[in-house]
């Protein structure tokens, strides 16, 4: 039964994606109809611009969650990570084209005056820039070209997260508890990354001890 299950996964994994795609793209599909249908509201840039900025943080809570899934639980979704944080990025792009077009007016006097207002929205812009490496490349070109630096240029996903988790816990006075859920399981990943290295440093020492305690004994 098991190996049928894998066999069908692996059939059907590249539609797996795609579907992956358009699913993730619906709820931004949706927004903009009830844009253009007036159903977002009394205040509908704020509306469009907050919802596309929720879908961001979920997409990047489940790119960060992949790795820990597989080796705490077995769960393995690799193959949807970069699926997942393209679409996270696809939604930081929408939510920041929302506010500088929609609710700026791309006018950058406005803008700064903003930034300087709230500060919060600075880290959502540190964010997005360092998305735009990470998303140029994720592809399989890049993996090769690149080698082991990809997997160092990668890593700053975790300063994407906290720039995330910073604009996102800062951008309103009281936090809800959509948010305080959200934020806290970017700190929990942020805390697992910075443990994993730790881990494994230790269960390397230890398996060196159990050689050298094995040889000596034999």
Known sequence: ?????????KR????????LYVAGLLPA???FYLGATDGLGADPVKTFELLLGIWA?????????????RELFGWNYLRYRRSLGLLC??????????????????IIQAVIDDVVKRPFIMFGMAGLTLLIPLALSSNSFSIRRLGPNWVRLHRLVYI????????????????GLEQYIYVGLLILLILYRSWRP??????????RQAGRAAATAA
């Open 29 to 31: 599909a949706w927004y």
């Open 1 to 9: 039964m098991t190996d049928f299950s894998l066999r069908l996964a």
């Open 160 to 175: 994407v997260a906290a720039c995330g988790a910073l604009h996102f816990a800062l951008s309103t006075k009281v936090l």
């Open 198 to 207: 730790i881990a494994r440093s230790r269960k390397r020492g230890q398996g």
């Open 57 to 69: 943080i979920r997409f990047l809570i489940l790119t960060l969650a992949v790795s820990p899934a």
């Open 89 to 106: 990025f696809y939604y930081v792009a929408m939510h920041f084209t929302v506010y500088m077009v929609l609710d700026q007016a791309l």
């Open 12 to 19: 059907w994994q590249p539609a797996s994606v795609w579907l």
